[in-house]
Structures are given as structure tokens and as C-alpha cells.
């Protein structure tokens, strides 16, 4: 009996796995039509190059600075004739010509420069602004703004850039920590003056 349990478990067949059914394809998708245009010559022409910026000769950035702010750098003693020599003003002895790059003790002195001249200009001049530089209305911060890209860096009025928001951005980020719109403004101020827009043509 034994015996015979053994075999018919032996003689047992384990089922198969059921094989699923092959997926219906999916329909072929429409056909792109072509229309022929033509052929055309190419353009063998050289590319036309822009003219490269350049930068500001010290003379021209200090005189602008001065008109537009109505002050001197230094006051009595102007400071940019005193950084003369490091800032690459020609002697006609050692140097015989102006060094126009845009190297970092050019970036220092202008950006010392734009400080002390924005913190003269926005405390003695009341006409600075459009809007009165104390008001929290978004309105006006942004007309605000724009003039006074305008008056430092020429760009019309009421165009829409982006770097208008990023001014924005700086004058909300000063303002929410130091709690100071005027500081605000004088940063505001300093990155206009230090931006390529205003010493480079």
C-alpha cells in the first residue's frame, strides 16, 4: 500500500503556467504629411561682428559720476586723480596709454567711489526720486527704481527687463533686514553705479 502511495506521488505532473494571451497591437499612428518647399542657396556670406564693448576711461566715469550726482569723490581732493596711477591713468613716463580693463582695483575704486557718492547724493538732494523713497508701495518703489536707472545709466523709462526685478530684489532684501528704505536705496544706488551699464558703451 505503502509502495503504491510512493508511485502515484512520483507519476503526479506539475501543472504548467498558463502562457497569457498575446496584447492586441496598437494602432499605427497617422502619417505625417510633407510638403516640398523648395530648394534654397545658402548664405556663403561672413557673419556680421558687433562692435565689442569698452570700458570707460577714468576720466569719463568720474566726470559722469560727479554730473550725476553733483559731488566729488574725496570732496576738495578728488580722489580719483589721487588712485591716478593704480587705476591705469597714463603718466606719458612709465605708461603711454590708458588701461581700460575691467581688472579688480578697477572694480574696488569704483565701487569705493559709487559709496561714498551715493550716500552724499541721496542725503542732500531731494529730487533724487520720483516717488517719495520712504513709501512701502510696491508702485512706487518701482517707478522709483526706474528713474533712477535712468538718471545713472540711461535707459529709458518704462521698459520692461528683467533686471529691473532683480533691482527690486535687492531693495526688498536690504530693507527686511536692516529695516532702513534708505539704505536700501544707497545698495540699490552702489550696484547701479558698479553695473557694466553704467561704465561700459
Not at 4 to 16: L, S
Amino acid at each position: 500500500m505503502i509502495w503504491w502511495m510512493i508511485a502515484c506521488i512520483g507519476t503526479e505532473k506539475t501543472p504548467e503556467p498558463s502562457i497569457p494571451e498575446p496584447e492586441a497591437e496598437p494602432e499605427s499612428l497617422p502619417a505625417v504629411e510633407e510638403e516640398e518647399i523648395g530648394n534654397v542657396d545658402l548664405d556663403t556670406s561672413s557673419s556680421t561682428q558687433g562692435r565689442k564693448k569698452k570700458r570707460m576711461s577714468v576720466a569719463q566715469v568720474r566726470d559722469s559720476m560727479e554730473r550725476i550726482t553733483e559731488t566729488t569723490w574725496g570732496n576738495n581732493t578728488s580722489k580719483w586723480d589721487s588712485y591716478a596711477d593704480s587705476l591705469g591713468v597714463p603718466d606719458y613716463q612709465q605708461r603711454m596709454s590708458p588701461d581700460l580693463s575691467p581688472s579688480v582695483i578697477f572694480q574696488k575704486f569704483l565701487n569705493d567711489a559709487a559709496a561714498e557718492s551715493c550716500a552724499e547724493w541721496l542725503e542732500a538732494s531731494t529730487d533724487v526720486f520720483l516717488h517719495d523713497p520712504l513709501s512701502s508701495e510696491l508702485s512706487d518703489i518701482q517707478q522709483n527704481i526706474d528713474l533712477l536707472r535712468w538718471r545713472i545709466q540711461g535707459h529709458a523709462q518704462g521698459s520692461s527687463v528683467p533686471i529691473l526685478h532683480d533691482y527690486l530684489d535687492l531693495y526688498q532684501s536690504v530693507w527686511v533686514r536692516t529695516d532702513d528704505p534708505m539704505t536700501a536705496w544707497h545698495t540699490v544706488c552702489v550696484g547701479m553705479f558698479t553695473h557694466p551699464d553704467f561704465w561700459m558703451y
